[in-house]
């Protein structure tokens, strides 16, 4: 079973329940673990992730995959 067909049988038997205990479990447990990735994505790089992102950086702008800085405003007026 793939991820998209467990996610919607998983919001289908969510969506049946109709104990108040359960669904205050889930809500926990959702926050707890939302908490976690939060944590995780928080944490500061190490001086080789550092120097990953600096060299594709590099990397990057020597192959001209470049955003100009008015482009970008333009583009993030386009979001709203």
């Known amino acids: 079973m793939d991820l998209q067909t467990r996610k919607i049988t998983f919001v ?3 969506l049946n329940l ?3 205990e359960i669904i205050s479990l889930f809500e926990k447990l ?3 673990e939302k908490k976690k990735i939060l944590a995780k994505k928080s944490e500061p790089m190490t ?3 550092l ?3 600096i060299d594709r950086s ?3 702008s020597e192959n001209g995959r470049l955003t100009e800085s008015d482009n970008l405003l333009s583009e993030i007026e386009k979001w709203s």
């Open 12 to 14: 289908q038997e969510f």
């Open 18 to 20: 109709q104990n108040e």
């Open 30 to 32: 959702l926050r707890k």
């Open 47 to 49: 001086i080789e992730e």
């Open 51 to 53: 120097n990953k992102r």
């Open 58 to 60: 590099i990397e990057d």
